[in-house]
């Protein structure tokens, strides 16, 4: 008795930290990556900021800088060094948060971006939200009813959302819903008549009027964001429910589905319960990816909704031809990315043994 | 018209020839091969309406002066502008009185142009760092695989927004932009393909005969790779042809006067409420094309799909 204790003593923490070990050499293998990714990431967006432009200080100042501007921008930007050098210098500055000053608000391009992105997100959430919510049921519902009508129409409306513009779903969406029927409201974040009444807590107006208790603003929000984000939720819809339709493709081929349904459980139990719960590790990923989409789609749909947000920014930039605000925003939005890839990646190893397991 | 072969009875000569259970030479099976994927590809009534569209696409580009008159496309008559749509104008004209028929018309050329030049540039790249990383493994792979990650760490449009950005706007740099961003997923597929062949007796046949591996990769398993990029490339055309009509509605792609569809929609915008022809026809022929391309590209990969099952 007294040996079998002693014996478990010993091995609890050998067990415990063999447990551990697993996930800890896979975290940090996949911190080093996320390391390796980010260092291409900037070399990426250092070769897109100074080494295509022919004249990287014009690419920045613009054409109407006097001389004595485009002397400091030269020395700031380190042109007069080896390229290597550059790079190095380039890379410091980066892990600074310094991405240079912005022409339009002539702010750093950092303060600008983060004042922009909550507008981004209070467009992304709701689309992520309709995309789940909706995507996962109709894929399922897709998946075992295959080659039925509701399977036809899930597909070919998720095909649809791959071949339509997003730009031109937003164009007609305005000029329908707001222009001809009047029941949205239409570009911009929110009426003039209720801009800057509420306090920012969070960057999101629906929140924010909420934690005010200003009910109208709220509305007014919900009135310009219902279709916006809408628009960008379709989008993922397609995506999450043609993944999600797949993957229950292949569980439902699986030999445990034919012998839970023999074995008398309700085929509702086996799909939702059974096989949904095999493929959520997956679709954590794909949800993931959806959410980077939604970053791609709020560039063209923040265009045509006049949406201030980041993607409005970037395309503004664009405008006037400032480099450092647009690399800027790819950086942030490419690190959103990586982040998000780690996140689910590690959200994978902890919920799937067997992705502990392998190698 | 008359749907399967087996449903009409007796074959006539050329199809009892082609759908032979025993063909006599390797060209008669080849060709009853490519047969029988038509087939089957041919009962399928939505791949068949892709493969419609991408046909009047790739027509409409090559008859365009044809179809279309260059003068009414390319000449602004400002008497005419923001006409409604009419028997002259059947949809209608737009800011500077061209006509946009005449001009979505022309708009196929610009649309084919750019995917054309993206799939050149896309597979041989895709290729040449796919095909050495899945072959040769190692080091060479996990750097090669690590520079792919890179490029597939960016969501697409804002990767080529950039490249174009710093590029300048121009069709030529929106090209350039979109490839780069494009290529990541055919170094996948051909790194994949060629991992499930390398170690197959075949190859290593070819090995002893004293062949490189330049010749081995080149002469085995590209053959072997170009299905399954050629899907892939018909799936991706679709995702080629909203980059490139994105980057043009953000001014980045084609430059005026170049009746590129995405710029047009983009130039309509400030016409919507009143004059929602400008802005809607050229987006509407963005959309039947990129359906079209998604539409066959789905055809073509069930064909496969049940080929290898």
Known sequence: ?359 | MSGSPLRTGAPSGWRFWLLDPAPASRGQARLGRWYRAWLAFRRNGLAMTGLIIVAALVLAAIFAPILADHELAFHQVLEERLQDLSWLHPFGTDELGRDIYARVIFGSRVTLTIVGLVSIIVVPVGLAIGLPSGYFGGWIDAVLMRITDIFLAFPRLVLALAFAASLGPGIENAVIAISLTAWPPYARLARAETITRRNAEFIEAAQLQGASSLRILFTQIVPLCLPSVIIRLTLDMSGIILTAAGLGFLGLGAQPPMPEWGAMVSTGRQFLIDQWWVATIPGTAIFIVSLGFNLLGDGLRDVADSRSA
């Open chain 1, 1 to 359: 008795m007294s040996a079998t204790t002693a014996e478990s003593t010993i091995e609890a923490p050998s067990g415990w930290a063999r447990r551990i070990a697993g996930p800890v050499r896979h975290v940090l293998g996949l911190a080093g990556s996320v390391a390796l990714t980010f260092l291409g990431l900037t070399c990426v967006t250092f070769v897109i900021g100074r080494v295509i432009p022919i004249d990287p200080v014009t690419a920045i100042v613009g054409e109407k800088a006097s001389r004595t501007v485009y002397d400091r921008v030269f020395k700031e930007l380190y042109l007069d060094r080896p390229i290597y050098e550059q790079y190095w210098l380039y890379l410091r500055k980066m892990l600074h948060g310094d991405f240079g000053n912005s022409l339009l608000t002539a702010h750093p391009v950092l303060s600008d971006l983060l004042h922009f992105f909550p507008a981004t997100i209070e467009l992304a959430l709701p689309a992520l939200v309709i995309g789940v919510c909706l995507g996962i049921p109709l894929g399922v519902l897709a998946a075992t009813n295959r080659g039925r009508w509701p399977d036809q129409i899930v597909r070919f409306g998720s095909l649809l959302g791959y071949s339509i513009p997003v730009f031109w779903l937003g164009l007609v969406g305005l000029l329908i819903l707001y222009a001809k029927l009047g029941w949205v409201d239409g570009p911009g974040r929110i009426d003039d008549a209720f801009d800057d009444i509420v306090p920012t807590v969070t960057g999101l107006i629906t929140v924010d009027s909420l934690i005010a208790g200003e009910y109208e603003t709220f509305w007014n929000a919900v009135s310009h964001l219902i279709l916006p984000s809408s628009i960008l939720g379709y989008y993922s819809l397609a995506y999450v429910a043609r993944m999600t339709r797949s993957f229950m493709l292949s569980q439902l081929r699986q030999e445990y589905v034919l012998a839970t349904l023999a074995k008398g459980l309700s085929p509702f139990r086996v799909v939702w319960i059974h096989a949904l719960g095999n493929i959520w590790v997956q679709l954590v990923t794909v949800i993931a990816l959806t959410f980077g989409g939604l970053l791609e789609g709020a560039v063209l749909t923040e265009t045509v909704f006049a949406w201030p947000g980041l993607g409005l920014f970037m395309k503004n930039s664009l405008f006037v031809a400032d480099l450092n605000a647009v690399v800027g925003g790819t950086m942030l939005i490419g690190v959103i990315y990586i982040v998000l890839n780690m996140l689910s990646d590690v959200v994978y190893t902890m919920v799937d043994p067997r992705a502990r397991t392998r190698k």
